[in-house]
Structures are given as C-alpha cells and as structure tokens.
C-alpha cells in the first residue's frame, strides 16, 4: 500500500481489510472502528509500531494501551484470568468493557503497550469490523482512541482523517459509532473489583454480574491510574539523567550518534521512535546488568515529539524511590 503522507479510506470489504491486514503486519498504523470510539491500531507485538502510536497522538506521556481481541481464548494468552474476570468476559464480552489483567511471562508484547507494568489491559470489541480487522490481521492490537492527545475522541472516519490524516496509513471506515464513549475500565485488588474508568458499560451492570460492589478506584489504592504512572515500573540501579558523557563505573543508555561508546544505545541515529521502542527494554537490560551500587548515566534526550515522553519516563525512572 502506497502511503504518500496521506492516509487511505478503506472500505470494510475483502481488499480494504486485506489492505488494513498487510499495513498492521508491516509495522504502520491503521485506525479502526469500534461500538465505542475509533481506536488507532498497531502491532502489539512490534516495539516499533506501538511507539508509532505514541508519535502520531502527540501523547506526552507513555500511558499504557489497550490491547484488542477477538475472544476471550485468544485474550487467554496475554493475561491471566480468575474467575471473576472470566464472568466478566462471558458476561459483556464482545462490548464496552476492558479488563486490566496480570500480564502472562510470555505474552510476548512490545513493552510500551504495558509500559513495564505486570499488567495489560485487554479488551474484546463486538463491531464487527472491528472483529474482521482483528481476523484479517491475526494479531493482537494495540488502540488508544484514534485522535490527537488532548482532543476529543473520534466516531467517524472523518474525525479520525481530521485529527491524523497525515500521520497514519489508513483508517478503516465502519460508520459512526454506536456508543460514543470509551469502553468502561476494571481492575482488581485484593478486595476484588475496582473502577478504574467509567465507560459504555454500566458499572451497576458489573457488580451485578459479580455480586460484589465494584468500588471507583481512590487516590492512593493498589492499581495504577490511568495517567498517574509515577509507581511504574522503576530500575533498582540509581538513574542519572543528561549524562553527556559517563562518570567512573556508571553504565551509559546512549542516544544519538555522539554516544557511540554507550553501554546500549536508545538510537544511535538520534531517531525518537526508535527511542521510545527501545525505552523499557533498554532500562531492564541495563538494570540487570548493573552490578550492587552501580548506576546507569542517560544521555540527554531532546524535549520535543517523542522525546517529551520518553523524558517523562526517565524523570520517573530517575525520582527519588519511596
Ligand atoms: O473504548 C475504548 O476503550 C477505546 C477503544 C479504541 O477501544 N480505547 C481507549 O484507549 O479509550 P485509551 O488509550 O484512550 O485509554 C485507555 C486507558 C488509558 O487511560 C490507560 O492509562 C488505561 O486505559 N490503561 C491501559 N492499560 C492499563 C493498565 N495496565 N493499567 C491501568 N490502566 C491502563
Ligand atoms: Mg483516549
């Protein structure tokens, strides 16, 4: 598919989706729609890809994704399910409802659709091209809403041509979308089901299913909140930040070309996608190969497109532990 810095409007018909199918296996972006808001497709898989995702929204942050199935036996490999989450499933599954799970040891996904975390968020919708793309592609798919950080969520192709025409490769045109407001968000703690974002499904609905209340997340409580991400994941080793060159025993996490002598390199052509695909895989390599005490230098990265997210993480990464 020819991709000349606008994006293609593809049908929901045998070549549209085989189209939207081979731009998803070669690492591009392709928006979808759902019952609730378009959601801006990607590889889970594919490092690169998802971090694609984060470029084309803006996002400044690295927020964790939703990653989108077709059935509850193919959401089986990427969590774990109790059997509160598989009520939940066989409940409302496909629709509105997006579950963060305990993510499987070889779930296999890029690790800024979980940014580091244990957890990922899994979601079955029921639009059925929404299920046609997903079956043509085969794969998980990573999808925040298909529009611009900051900017209100897409239901129609038209939006999501408005919002990111010029930074994806096709968008898959369903129509508008039936319920208009983001999938309902749950998790779990040791007391059982929590609210972690009100959606198109009614909690009521939920905590009848489960015959429990299902209590709205507070400040402080045991899962992380959407947005609120400064109990990620951090390395053990200490983390210096804007080291332009590595102090005595330090490890060094290089970008650009001016730190070739880096211990591991975020980019060594100074490429902010690549960057941020390599983020998290780059701190755990780093902390595993630190040894007691030794710190790992970072260089500095630009404050601008991906950049702003990926300082947000290594301030995080770098703030004083609790
Ligand atoms: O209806 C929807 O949910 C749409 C469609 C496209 O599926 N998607 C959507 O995605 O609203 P997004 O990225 O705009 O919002 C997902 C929310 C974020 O606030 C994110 O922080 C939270 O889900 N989230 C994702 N993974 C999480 C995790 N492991 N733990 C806690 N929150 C998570
Ligand atoms: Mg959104």
Redesign the pocket.
Known sequence: MCNTGKSHRLMPDQDGLQRAAQALSAGELVA?P???????GADARNDLAVAKIFDAKGRPRF????V?LPDLTSAEAYAHFDNNARALAQAFWPG?L?M?LP?RQDAGLASL???G?D???L?V?AHPV?QAVMRAFGGPLA?????PSGKI?PTRAEHVLEGLGDRIAAVVDGGPCE?G???T?V?FDENGPVL??P??LPVEAIAQCLGVPVPARTEGGA?????Q?SSHYAPDAGVRLNATVPRKGELWLGFGPECADATLSLSLGGDLVEAAANLFHHLRALDDMAAPGQSIAVAPVPEHGLGLAINDRLRRAAAPRP
């Open positions: 979808f759902s019952e609730t808001v378009y959601g801006l927020n964790p994704l939703i989108h509105p997006t963060v993510l659709v979980t940014a975390n957890t990922v968020a979601r919708p929404a999808g925040p809403s298909a529009n969520s319920v407001v983001e999938s968000i998790g972690l974002r959606g198109g899962i992380t909140a959407p947005g991400l």
